[in-house]
């Protein structure tokens, strides 16, 4: 089995900073790319200082060096290094690349093939181009945010940023790749813009489907998979913890009954919000603790299964025999969650601030002065 990277040889300028952008490149160096992050001197990503553990996360296995493209030496040097690029990835505000001399067309003059990605909070175009954001703004306006949370309650953002990773980052890792796979094909690369409330918006598919079904989405809590549904819902057991009964269709819920001792329920009707059924189940999951229940049913044909905490799911039996976990510093990362027939991710450490500027600049600067 080859166990050469799938983007080996493949170039990447990441000028991007915070989360979205180094978590697009992630992928792209767990998958063998060289992943070169372009880093002020004054400090580079602001996640170094922000938080050395996010840092290491999401940018491990890339290089550093540090260029300030405010200062037109730099700025050539970056344009030079551009010329040997597959990949620029970006995640400033529009224009503000182009004001330095560091856009898209620079790039493409001296380097027509090159695939420059542009990853923003609302894209090159529009009436909130230019406005700053975070995660939750996007969702907000994707209309995500809205139905997060349960019946009754406000939105509830969660700990995990559906439209920085999700609607940004992988829409933004797929983009990427197609328009890569173009440039190989025609020699001709390509402007990528990807924003991420776009993205956000088009995950929203269960309320698109209502909407188109009944014309209106449905309120929070209200869709048949957030929680309305007794068969489909989070139940709290005997122990304080919770768990997943995801018995959506019959033949799940029927044998979860049964294996609960408790065919009469299947009697009573499966009707959507508080109900009695609901009222049966949240009784009969306080019964035993979650790990009772988890040894009783998630092994059989029920859809039923923990609901674990972060650490937890880290030591899971499954994620193990999965590989996913690995150790950095000593401490768990998450490898590559793609696994190839013949191919295995590239594994590395996050850089420290210009400790590439040697192998990577010094050439470039040597060329600039004998020239």
Known sequence: ?????????????????????????????????????????????????????????????????????????DRDLFLELAKTADIVLETFRPGVLDRMGCGYEAVKKVNPRVVFAALTGYGQTGPYRDRPG????????????????????????????????????????????AALFGARASGVGSFVDVAMLDGTLALQVLSLAAIRTFGKAMPRGGDMLSGTMPNYSVYECADGKHLAVGSLEAKFFQETMRQCERPDLLKKPLTPGASP???????????????????????????????????????????????????????????????????????????????????????????????
């Open 1 to 73: 089995m080859s166990t050469n990277p799938l983007l080996s040889g493949v170039r990447v300028l990441d000028l991007s900073r915070l989360l979205p952008g180094p978590f697009c490149t992630l992928y792209l160096a767990q998958m063998g790319a060289e992943v070169i992050k372009i880093e002020e001197p004054n400090g580079g990503d602001y996640a170094r200082a922000m938080s050395s553990e996010l840092f290491d996360v999401v940018n491990r296995g890339k290089k550093s060096v540090t260029l300030d493209l405010r200062k037109p030496d």
């Open 277 to 371: 059924l609901r009222e049966e189940l949240a009784a009969l999951f306080k019964t035993r603790t979650r790990d009772e229940w988890e040894a009783k049913l998630a092994h059989l044909d029920t859809c039923v299964s923990s609901v674990l905490t972060p650490d937890e799911a880290l030591a899971n039996e499954q994620v193990l025999a999965r590989g996913l976990v690995e150790t950095l510093n000593g401490k768990p990362v998450i490898g590559l969650p793609i696994q190839f027939s013949d191919a295995k991710a590239t594994r590395g450490p996050a850089p420290k601030l210009g400790a590439d500027n040697a192998v990577v600049l010094g050439p470039l600067r040597q060329a600039a002065v004998a020239s």
């Open 134 to 177: 975070h995660d939750m703004n996007y969702r907000g306006y994707a209309g995500e945010l809205d139905q997060t949370g349960g019946a009754g309650s406000g939105p509830l953002p969660g700990n995990f940023q559906v439209a920085d990773l999700a609607g940004g980052a992988l829409t933004c890792a797929v983009g990427i790749l």
